[in-house]
Antibody
């Protein structure tokens, strides 16, 4: 069974930093591209970042470019999101999400349950 | 960056009715890279359609996707009670933006 379990969320002050982690199990992590997607309270989905299976391709939404860094450790079956210079508008539930393989790729076929990040003074 | 605009924002329908949801892109999108998701309150999204028109595993055939270029459509032929939810489109290029969502609510 595919499982994606996020951790590392919490309350942080504006300008602060936080590192999210996602522990993956139930599939060959190193074969799949991964994403971070967020959802502010009561709002829609916002894609944040994408990383290919080998980390050779990385994309960011304009809203986080230069502040957030996505990375992965295939030996540890883990995905990360380093978030710096956090702003109030970064408050959201952050989902770890797997991109499927062909023909589904790069659509997202599995999602974690999310971790809440609150940016507030 | 491509912007996806979904309409209407809310669709009020009765069970058994047909739902037609629109997703319009600010520039042409490859049909291979357009997906639709369903999200219910308190749950993570679920993939419904990929490649603009292919149903994901386990998705009932009352869900169908169509379109090309800048205009895409998700159709639910006959609404079941469990279909009342929020629906999002997403495109894949050098960024993967979602549309703003369409809420399908019970009339």
């Amino acid at each position: 069974e595919v499982q994606l379990v996020e951790s590392g969320g919490g309350l942080v002050q504006p300008g602060g930093s936080l590192r999210l982690s996602c522990a993956a199990s139930g599939f060959t992590f190193s074969s799949y591209s991964m994403n971070w997607v967020r959802q502010a309270p009561g709002k829609g989905l916002e894609w944040v970042s994408y990383i290919s299976s080998s980390s050779s391709t990385i994309y960011y939404a304009d809203s986080v470019k230069g502040r957030f860094t996505i990375s992965r450790d295939n030996a540890k079956n883990s995905l990360y999101l380093q978030m710096n210079s956090l702003r109030d508008e970064d408050t959201a539930v952050y989902y770890c999400a797997r991109s499927g393989t062909w023909p589904i790729a790069p659509s997202i076929d599995y999602w974690g349950q999310g971790t809440l990040v609150t940016v507030s003074s | 960056e491509i912007v996806l605009t979904q309409s209407p924002g809310t669709l009020s329908l009765s069970p058994g009715e047909r739902a037609t949801l629109s997703c319009r892109a600010s520039q042409s999108v490859s049909s291979s890279y357009l997906a639709w998701y369903q999200q219910k309150p308190g749950q993570a999204p679920r993939l419904l359609i990929y490649g603009a028109s292919s149903r994901a595993t386990g998705i009932p055939d009352r869900f169908s996707g169509s379109g090309s270029g800048t205009d895409f459509t998700l159709t639910i032929s006959r609404l079941e009670p469990e279909d009342f939810a929020v629906y999002y489109c997403q495109q894949y290029g050098s960024s993967f933006p979602f549309g703003g969502g369409t809420k399908v609510e019970i009339k």
